[in-house]
Every structure is written in C-alpha cells, then in structure tokens.
C-alpha cells in the first residue's frame, strides 16, 4: 500500500513538474541570470508585483478595441515574460501580436486569446508564488 501511494505520489508530482514546465522554464531563466537564483526570485516578485497591471492593461485596450495600446501593452507583458522564462504566456503574447497586426481580425480570435493569456497568466501566478515563498 506504501508503495502504491508513492507511486501516486510520483505520477502527481511528475504532472506538477510537466505543468510547470509548460508555463514556466526556470532552467532558461536561470541561464538567462547567469545562474543567480537570487535574481530570479527578485526578478519573480518584480513580475508578480507589476504584471497585473500591464495585463489589466492588455484587457483595457482590448475591450476599447485600441489595437495599438493592446500591441504595446502585448510587446510590455511579452518582454517580461520573456525576462522570467514563462514560456506559454509568451507564446500566446506572439500569436496576439499576430492577430492584431492582421487588419481583418476578427475580434472573437483576439477575445479567445486573451481569456488564454489570463488563465495561463493565473498558472503561472500560482508557480512563481511558491517559488518565491
């Protein structure tokens, strides 16, 4: 029975390490900060300090359809991302910034996108918090 529980256990903690993996490469972050895990946690608490306001940003500017506030605000979130090694919201930051720039979007695209970027924006909130704590 002790085994079979450490095997759940196992498989539970290789889907949280998967899931990780997927929002957030702290091995690249790491290599990116010259391997100062001190940094990265600076750098970690600055992100989740600052980022809901340049995604409340991102929301604003789509919701007034302002396309060009939504690229900057996109290119803003997009870099900080890109800093921190969260690898699926700067993916999905890219395909919006696609989106946009094709004239004949169509706003659905850019509406489903961005309830992609917050529900993977609220993963990796949650990752960050308890790697910082």
Known sequence: ??????????????????LELNHWNKKAALYRLMNNEVLLIRVSKMFLDSSHVKLASLSQSIQNRDFKTTTSASYSLKGACGDLGATRLDQHLSELIVLIANERHPFEEIQSKLFEIKKDYQVLLTILQKYTS
């Open 1 to 18: 029975m002790n085994s079979e529980m450490s095997g759940k256990q196992q498989t539970t903690n290789s889907k949280s390490e998967s």
